[in-house]
């Protein structure tokens, strides 16, 4: 009976793994699919899976064709392009949280520390106090979350250098100013009018998704979240320390405001068409790094498909579990908090090995 050398054993245990993560990936995808399809039949007015896919096939195959039923109206231009822009927006939120956390070296970052959040959630309140409306409402939340990450670099620069940990204590500094200035807003808002408006948007919705408002953010969840993939060897080299890093030739000042610009364009697109949303950037990234493992070439892509999956299972259910649409910002919480506590009771527990 022969034995395994060592050499004989890496390779062997390297195609183990390969062959785990292809069929993690493979079941993720099919649940992201399953999630699509239920998402286009629930809802006040049902309709059937197949003639849901049907309906999906015919709007792909031919575009242009005139919608005469109205479940071809609510599958084609209600449901689809919400179910889409959610799919969207929770990838980029889960692969934006994964990045940060590699960059930073902690599970518990999420995009909210840089300040895009409230940046762009100041710009939405500002615009809907002054009844600006349609893209340009859009274009003044994306601008406003870029400059709150533009004040985050400016704050955290100290002798030509921006640390870590400046870079986070500027981002708490910038995200509670803004959130103070909303806050303000709030306050001098017109009660009937404009602040349920803005209470109801920083909350978070896809109520008002269309096939505009997705091509509108669609560049920038998908180029910004494929740069950030094209990002990945450079995130696996970031989230080692400063000086083993800076050893292996990583610019690491450079390429961290890379990150996190990029950061920005996802995080502004998804604010400017849905509000805020939390918790998907720090769970997703945890429960994504237990399948897949710490390395950003499978983690990254596996957060993804994790979250889309999970942002449009969530838009389900708040628009069909009762007859008024709950703010998606009150289930991520009411179900991410708990799902985070898991995690992170599970990450200890394999950390101390009790």
Known sequence: MTTMTQDEAVPAARRIHLARQTLIF??????????????????????????????IWQGISDPSRELAGIDERIVLLVRAPRVVLAALAGAGLAISGAGLQGVFRNP?????????????????????????????LIAMVFFCGMAAVILVGLLSRINGRSETVTVILSGLVISSMFSAVVSLLQFIADPNTSLPAIVYWLMGSFATATWERTLVAAPGLILGSCFLWMLRFRLNILSLDEAEARSLGANTTRERWLVFCLIAVIVGSQVAVSGIIGWIGIVIPHAARLLVGHD???????????????????????????????????????????????????????????
């Open 26 to 55: 493979a079941l993720l995808l099919a649940l992201l699919v399953i999630a699509f399809t239920v998402s286009l039949c629930v809802g006040r007015f049902s309709v059937p899976p197949g003639r849901a896919l049907e309906l």
């Open 108 to 136: 518990l970052v999420s995009p909210d520390i840089l300040g895009i959040s409230q940046g762009a959630a100041f710009g939405g309140a500002l615009a809907i106090m002054l009844g600006i409306w349609g893209f340009p």
């Open 296 to 354: 950003h070439r499978a983690l990254l892509p596996a957060a993804a498909v994790l979250g889309a999956g999970f942002m449009v299972c969530i838009d389900t259910l708040a628009r069909a579990a009762t007859a008024a649409e709950i703010p998606l910002g009150v289930i991520t919480a009411l179900v991410g908090a708990p799902i985070f506590a898991t995690l992170l009771r599970h990450h200890y527990r394999e950390r101390t090995g009790s």
